[in-house]
């Protein structure tokens, strides 16, 4: 009798987690809605763009694999026209800048109310141009960046951008993932743009959507212990060259938000799930919501209320410090990019690694986590230790079939 009862405790547990995780799951995974809300707003032609064709009359884009990790943020692996990408998606109508979990107000996105019937191309242009302003500071060359948009914006490719494809373009520029795509659109490590409808766009493919670990069913990832998960992951990743390969392009792509055309961009969450690679093992950002302006950042950030520096944080890795004598968040964000990144690679490096070098890589690897912001002549012992870095994994992978 007492074994009965512990199966049947046992049986009741575990479909209670199931049930809680499937709901969660399903909380998570909102494609459906996702595709209702953007066609709706399409085919009363409120918006409009070059994605719009295929996810609401042809059907030749469709969700296929959830990758979301947050309900407001829907990813989703997709096949437009029978070409693999990754299709992105904004759910639920935020009122306010909520500093926990996102810098970017939702009610104008959802609304797609701007800009207004009778707007002229000028009158867009200079929206535009005081957004990337207020976003990116007063950088000298943002006339360049507003052209830019708008030949993005512009998704028929016919000369003109229609009030729908304004809509879908000023909701999009909410987006600071989206900035950022069009500001590296020629960078390697950046996910290239395939196509949008309103404040849903579609990149390109990335065939590994982690930096490192092993994809299993949700079911089965309730039972495994987080300490062994982690151990398992490190055991599932390419060889150590190609490892090395896939690190260097992280270094490439630290260069290329620091002190970037048009101003630095803070990474506030370097963490693995964010990160991806192809093929060819080179490196794709997967999720970059989380790659913010600096000046946008220190704007929103400077003299909030705190009591300890844990209420100076943004995402997970942008932290600045709290002054106790006015209990306000100072502006400037404690740790750099490059030391966050070196952060995340330490193990996956070290792992593996070939005795040789592997003294003198964690070496390195501790000097680049030690980086801060505030240190004397910072950008100059950045570049440095960068440039050591990738100096010496390219040397030891070279000459390797791996790399």
């Given at each position: 009798?007492k074994?009965l009862?512990?199966?049947?405790l046992?049986?009741?547990?575990?479909?209670?987690i199931?049930?809680?995780?499937y709901s969660?799951?399903t909380?998570?995974?909102?494609?459906?809605d996702?595709k209702?809300?953007?066609?709706?707003?399409?085919k009363?032609?409120?918006i409009?763009?070059?994605?719009?064709?295929?996810?609401?009359v042809?059907?030749?884009?469709?969700?296929?694999?959830?990758l979301?990790t947050?309900?407001?943020?829907?990813?989703?692996?997709?096949?437009?026209d029978?070409l693999?990408?990754?299709?992105?998606c904004q759910?639920?109508q935020?009122?306010?800048?909520?500093f926990?979990?996102e810098?970017?107000?939702?009610k104008?996105?959802v609304l797609?109310?701007?800009?207004?019937r009778?707007?002229?191309?000028q009158?867009?242009?200079?929206?535009?141009?005081?957004l990337?302003?207020?976003k990116?500071g007063d950088?000298?060359?943002?006339?360049?960046?507003?052209n830019?948009i708008l030949t993005v914006?512009?998704?028929?490719?016919?000369g003109?951008v229609s009030?729908?494809?304004?809509?879908?373009?000023?909701a999009?520029?909410?987006?600071n993932?989206?900035?950022?795509?069009?500001?590296?659109?020629?960078?390697?490590?950046t996910?290239?743009l395939?196509?949008?409808?309103?404040?849903?766009?579609?990149?390109e493919?990335?065939?590994?959507?982690s930096l490192?670990?092993?994809?299993?069913?949700?079911?089965?990832?309730?039972?495994?212990?987080?300490g062994?998960r982690?151990?398992?992951d490190?055991?599932f990743?390419?060889?150590?060259?190609?490892?090395a390969?896939?690190a260097?392009?992280l270094l490439?792509f630290?260069?290329?938000?620091?002190?970037?055309?048009?101003?630095n961009?803070?990474?506030?969450?370097?963490?693995?799930?964010?990160l991806?690679y192809n093929?060819?093992?080179?490196?794709k950002?997967?999720?970059m919501?989380?790659?913010?302006?600096e000046?946008?950042?220190?704007e929103?950030?400077?003299?909030?209320h705190?009591?300890?520096d844990?209420d100076c944080?943004?995402?997970?890795?942008c932290?600045?410090?709290?002054?106790q004598s006015?209990?306000?968040?100072?502006s400037?964000?404690?740790?750099?990019?490059?030391?966050?990144?070196?952060?995340?690679?330490?193990?996956y490096?070290l792992r593996?690694?070939p005795?040789?070098?592997?003294?003198?890589?964690?070496?390195?690897?501790?000097s680049?986590i030690?980086?801060k912001?505030?240190a004397?002549?910072m950008?100059?012992?950045?570049?440095?230790?960068?440039n050591?870095?990738?100096?010496?994994?390219?040397?030891?992978?070279?000459?390797t079939?791996?790399s």
């Open positions: 009798m074994y009862f512990f199966s049947w046992v049986v009741f547990v575990g479909s209670w199931i049930y809680v995780q969660t799951y909380e998570l995974c909102r494609g459906k996702c209702k809300i953007i066609c709706d707003k399409y009363t032609g409120v409009d763009g070059p994605a719009c064709n295929s996810l609401c042809t059907e030749t884009l469709y969700f296929g694999k959830c979301s947050k309900p407001s943020n829907q990813m989703y692996l997709g096949i437009w029978n693999p990408g990754v299709v992105k759910m639920e935020k009122l306010h800048l909520d926990g979990t810098l970017e107000p939702r104008e996105i797609f109310d701007k800009p207004t009778g707007t002229t191309v009158k867009f242009k200079e929206m535009v141009y005081s990337f302003k207020a990116l950088q000298g060359n943002l006339s360049e960046l507003v830019l914006a512009d998704g028929d490719k016919d003109q009030l729908g494809e304004a809509k879908s373009a000023w999009l520029l909410q987006l993932e989206f900035l950022l795509m069009v500001i590296l659109q020629d960078k390697e490590h996910p290239k395939m196509g949008f409808c309103g404040d849903l766009y579609v990149t493919s990335v065939e590994y959507t490192y670990g092993l994809s299993l069913p949700w079911v089965i990832e309730l039972f495994i212990p987080s062994f982690r151990s398992m490190q055991l990743t390419p060889s150590w060259p190609r490892k390969k896939i260097i392009g490439e630290v260069e290329d938000v620091f002190h970037g055309p048009y101003g961009f803070l990474m506030c969450d370097t963490s693995a799930r964010t991806g093929s060819r093992y080179d490196l950002m997967l999720d919501r989380k790659i913010v302006p000046t946008n950042l220190k929103l950030i400077k003299d909030r705190c009591e300890s844990l944080v943004y995402g997970t890795d932290r600045t410090s709290c002054d006015t209990m306000r968040c100072t400037e964000v404690i740790q750099p990019n490059l030391a966050k990144a070196c952060q995340l690679l330490k193990d490096l593996g690694a005795s040789e070098i592997r003294e003198e890589l964690e070496k390195q690897l501790y680049c030690a980086l912001v505030t004397h002549q950008e100059m012992e950045h570049s440095l230790i960068l050591n870095l990738k100096t010496l994994l390219w040397k030891k992978i070279s000459y079939n791996d």
